[in-house]
């Protein structure tokens, strides 16, 4: 049985990213699936010597045969500048434990809203909200989201699980490319792959 430790920055992630593992792992058939979760803020996580201790405790809880996914948010920083470094640091920290590091583009909720379609209808949004044309772009996604959600406004702790399980991953990957690389990251712990610095 597989282990993936992963280490995600918000309270709605130690839930929604998960899901989404396995969701990916299910498309290729991998059912025995154990995910350990670790929550630490972004900001801790950048400094130096905080990423190499969550490598550590990661592949600690993943065992021999398991390796370890870092998932936040870019935020401000440039995916393509950041996540490198942090994938070099992650590599060099435990050369022993497959590792990857994926920064979602501004913010996971660009994600949604990429397949915001197939979220029509539920949990509050309307039959006829329509995807925006640069969704990673959205600088506040969460707020985006929020805005069209009708009443309750967005949450991510029961919000973010909820569309975890139910956004359509064709869309997500077509129109949110840090999704692609998520998956694609995603794969390559499962089938053992060394990391590749990107």
């Known amino acids: 049985m597989p282990t993936i430790s992963c280490i995600v920055e918000g309270q709605g992630d130690v839930q929604s990213i998960p899901l989404i593992i396995r969701r990916i792992a299910y498309e290729t058939a991998v059912y025995d699936l154990t995910i350990r979760p670790i929550r630490i803020s972004r900001t801790k996580l950048v400094r130096a010597g905080e990423l190499e201790r969550a490598i550590e405790l990661g592949a600690r809880l993943a065992g021999a045969a398991g390796g370890v996914l870092v998932v936040v948010d ?7 500048q950041l996540g490198p470094t942090l994938q070099q640091r992650a590599v060099n920290a435990r050369p022993d434990v497959p590792s990857r590091v994926v920064l979602a583009a501004k913010e996971k909720e660009a994600w949604y809203i990429a397949a915001i379609e197939s979220l029509r209808g539920r949990r509050g949004l309307p039959r006829d909200v329509t995807r925006p044309e640069n969704p ?34 064709t869309a997500a990957r077509q129109f949110a490319r840090s999704f692609g690389k998520l998956e694609r990251e995603v794969l390559r712990l499962l089938a053992g792959a060394p990391p590749a610095i990107e």
């Open 74 to 80: 870019a935020d401000d920083d440039c995916p393509g």
């Open 136 to 169: 990673e772009g959205i600088r506040a996604a969460k707020e985006w989201i929020g805005r069209r959600m009708e009443q309750k406004g967005y949450s991510e702790i029961t919000d973010q699980a909820a569309f975890a399980q139910l956004f359509d991953f």
